[in-house]
């Protein structure tokens, strides 16, 4: 019965959140980001960007932020500059951020974090609204306003207070970057948790271009199309799309020498081949170390290759009037706030509901931890859904960490690809559990192999505790068998087996008692019962146990031929662990409470890595050659 009331009253807490998750999943057209890059100039960046990796990162997300969208950039050291005027993305917008991106330097004296959010967020760029307004930090978090430590550390407190509360009540997400090891951390993530954004390490020019990349895919999903190996398809309805190609790790770098200007080659589909040297009109063709990016215009249906070693990150955007629409994916989630994923298909600005276009999509769920690690799933069913979205829910996942997701339409004739990244993470103080929605057996068998936590209470919430053992150890670790034995004696002594004298040693102590309370009694009604109050019974309990005490303290002494040396045996074989410590049997009570919050996302259908071979037999589990 507990347990069944147990399961009504989660259910009752679960079902509005549920039901406050399937209205939050209807899709529509996102509106225009307003992307605000606010980048670092201060004496301190020397040490943690001393080769100034900002300036290519800046023109990297000003070539890639999506037409139409608004977006300026702000240097800030001891004072705030406006780099790029806060205007609408277009050509020159972009060719003034690319040029104006060689103005970032490490020469500001002060780091006023504080003053540069207060103006790049002031009112007058935007009439006062926030909504739909991202934030992106370039910085290594360290507020510097005074050679005082407590004015410094007061400046935090109210940029983490007042300020932010104040911005993110009208609706402003901040996405910071820590450039190196030696970033504030602590205070870049408070930033970013509080509003709902991300937060990111860079340490080198790759981390950083992927850094920004997430945040400014959190602040405008770009729809993509799927690169298999070196080659996507272009469909006939794509009206441009940009290639974003990072250099592998065995590419030249085509600033060295001209004679590395063929490492990259765009092959259409009649077999032409696309040079950085012999740009079409249709082309514009950026080249920087880390990477290429070409965009064209009108381009040609069919399939598109792509020469030499792609590097990760790789992706190939598009422009189109068919449009695949996914709700936004959160910075970070628990088992308590999920994923949800809706999934739908715009023709221009209508929704496709048509069966028969709907009939023939293919549409699959991916998901990659930090280490390659990967599971699939399909979200298409038998029947194509009746308003035309895809829906499921990420409720838990083996491990904490960043995930990676990705989902792929495939309609025979054109595909569609969308990515995000997210971290899941266990609040602090519960206890992170192996159950429900691994991304393959390999992760969920490394998860239940990992070393217990010191407190074997912590661990009763596991899918398999291993109760034997815990039964030989808890008695014998937190239980002493006098005291307890002791206990038993006083409180059920009818209940032992113990011989004759004791026996008979009771029976004197029952009649004294007996004689005790009647002597009590009829004293307490010679006197005025009507006065009697709570002080006098309470004096009265206190005598009556103090007589109790004595009658015991004396019993040994009038007893015939005492045995001391049997009581100790006598008292040892009152310990019966199995039933007097109902306490180890209890907590699987609690499997329901977290077996209830797994069935959101059944992960069960995930394909393992083929790399990750597991043997037939369920008790057989893999040696350290199979895991690797």
């Known amino acids: 019965m507990p347990r069944f009331l147990t399961l009504i009253f989660f259910t009752v807490l679960w079902l509005p959140a549920t039901l406050w998750a399937q209205e939050a999943v209807k899709l529509a057209l996102p509106e225009r980001p307003d992307v605000r890059i606010i980048v670092d100039i201060s004496g301190s960046m020397k040490e943690t960007d001393p080769n100034n990796l900002r300036q290519p990162a ?93 004015v410094n550390q007061a400046e935090e407190t109210r940029i983490l207070g007042k300020l932010l509360g104040g911005l993110v009540a009208k609706g402003a997400t901040f996405h910071p970057v820590g450039l190196s090891d030696q970033a504030d951390a602590v205070f ?140 936004p994916i959160p910075a970070t989630f628990t088992a308590e706030s999920p994923v949800d994923i809706g999934v739908a298909f715009f023709e221009k600005a209508e929704k496709v509901t048509n069966p028969d276009f709907l009939d023939v999509l293919s549409v699959t769920l991916s998901l990659t931890s930090e280490d390659g690690r ?46 995000a990244t997210t971290e899941f993470i266990v609040p602090t103080g519960m206890v992170e559990s192996t159950i429900g929605a691994p991304i393959d057996i390999s992760m969920a068998e490394e998860a239940e192999s990992a070393p217990p936590a010191p407190a074997a209470e912590e661990q009763v919430a596991e899918p398999e505790p291993a109760l034997e053992p815990e039964v030989d150890v808890e008695p014998s670790a937190q239980i002493e068998p006098e005291p307890l034995a002791e206990a038993e004696l006083e409180d059920e002594p009818g209940k032992l087996s113990v011989p004759l004298w004791v026996i008979g040693a009771g029976a004197g102590a029952l009649l004294a008692l007996a004689l005790l309370i009647f002597l009590l009694m009829r004293k307490r009604r010679n006197g005025s019962s009507a006065d009697v109050t709570t002080d006098e019974e309470a004096e009265g309990l206190n005598e009556l146990q103090e007589e109790m005490a004595n009658i015991e303290a004396e019993t040994p002494i009038i007893m015939p031929e005492p045995e001391p040396e049997e009581d100790i045996p006598v008292a040892v074989t009152l310990v019966e662990p199995e039933e007097v410590i109902p306490e180890l049997t209890e907590p699987a009570e609690d499997d329901d409470d977290e077996e209830l919050g797994l069935d959101d996302f059944d992960l069960s259908e995930f394909d ?15 040696d350290d050659e199979q895991k690797k």
């Open 58 to 150: 800046v023109r990297l997300l000003a070539r890639v932020i999506p037409e139409g969208s608004t977006a300026g950039v702000w240097t800030f050291g001891q004072y705030v500059n406006m780099l790029v005027s806060h205007e609408q993305v277009d050509g020159a917008w972009r060719q003034l951020a690319v040029d104006r991106s060689r103005q970032i330097n490490s020469v500001a004296l002060r780091t006023n974090l504080g003053k540069a959010i207060e103006v790049a967020s002031d009112g007058y760029v935007t009439g006062g609204t926030l909504d739909n307004t991202h934030f992106i930090l370039l910085t290594d978090g360290k507020v510097d306003i005074s050679d005082s430590a407590d």
């Open 188 to 327: 870049l993530k408070t930033l970013a948790e509080k509003s709902n954004g991300s937060f990111r390490i860079a340490d080198s020019a790759e981390s950083l271009n992927l850094a920004f990349l997430d945040a400014l895919n959190t602040a405008a999903p770009q729809e993509q199309i799927p690169i298999e190996g070196n080659a996507f398809i272009v469909d006939a309805g794509v009206k441009e799309f940009t290639a974003l190609i990072f250099r592998g790790a065995a590419e030249a770098d085509p600033e060295q020498g001209e004679n590395t200007a063929a490492v990259f080659e765009l092959i259409k589909p009649d077999g032409e081949t696309l040079l950085y040297s012999a740009q079409p009109d249709n082309v514009r063709w950026a080249r920087e170390a880390a990477y290429e990016l070409v965009t064209i215009t009108d381009p040609a249906a069919g399939e598109w290759r792509v020469t030499g070693e792609l590097g990760e990150g790789s992706r190939v955007t598009v422009v189109s009037d068919l449009r695949m629409v996914v709700s």
């Open 374 to 419: 990967r599971g699939r799933k399909s979200l298409s069913g038998d029947e194509p859904p009746a308003d035309g979205e895809y829906t499921d829910t990420i409720s838990k996942l083996p491990a904490e960490g960043l995930y990676r997701i990705d989902i792929v339409a495939d309609g025979k004739t054109f595909a569609r690809k969308f990515t």
């Open 608 to 622: 393992d890595l083929p790399d990750y071979d597991l043997p037939d037999d369920p008790d057989e589990q893999p």
